[in-house]
């Protein structure tokens, strides 16, 4: 099952997510979690802990707050990667590093090869260092770009 994350559809997580979001007319991480944890346990989910797993949860929030999911309904921000890091966390910055790789076809969806990418071009941007694994960011990232859900820049090429 390529496209899921924890058995879980990942398109239909983050949309469902984000349709709970809009019904409520939330925007802040509390929300976001609280949704974000119903929406795995509807969709499925067993496991509570699964659920709340911060890495994924965190990628998909940064992503839907920096409008790259088509039709979330956020603005596109471009903000530059030290400030995606510092105000959405490292998550974050790790996932919208790989949507960019991803969009200029910097690289092929190879999960290594892209995570190896993403933790040299985090290491460029911000001078800190990543973290040692993938823990989800990344994964979120690919599959949401595979699965054409994301707001491209018209240009393809990386911020």
């Not at 911000?126 to 994964?139: S, Y």
């Amino acid at each position: 099952m390529k496209d899921t994350l924890f058995k879980i559809p990942l398109v239909q997580w983050v949309r469902r997510t984000i349709e709970k979001m809009q019904s409520m007319g939330a925007s802040g991480v509390g929300a976001w979690n609280a949704a974000w944890l119903e929406t795995y346990l509807e969709l499925g989910g067993k496991s509570k802990e699964t659920g709340r797993k911060g890495c994924p949860r965190s990628a998909a929030y940064g992503l839907w707050c920096l409008g790259l999911i088509a039709g979330g309904g956020k603005p596109r921000q471009d903000y530059p990667i030290p400030r995606v890091d510092r105000e959405l966390g490292k998550n974050a910055a790790y996932a919208a590093i790989a949507i960019d790789l991803l969009q200029a076809a910097a690289i092929p969806e190879d999960h290594e090869l892209l995570w190896s990418r993403v933790r040299r071009r985090y290491i460029e941007l911000t001078g800190e260092l990543p973290a040692t694994t993938d823990q989800g960011a990344v994964k979120v990232a690919s599959i949401l770009f595979r699965s054409g859900q994301l707001a491209l820049r018209p240009d393809h090429g990386p911020a």
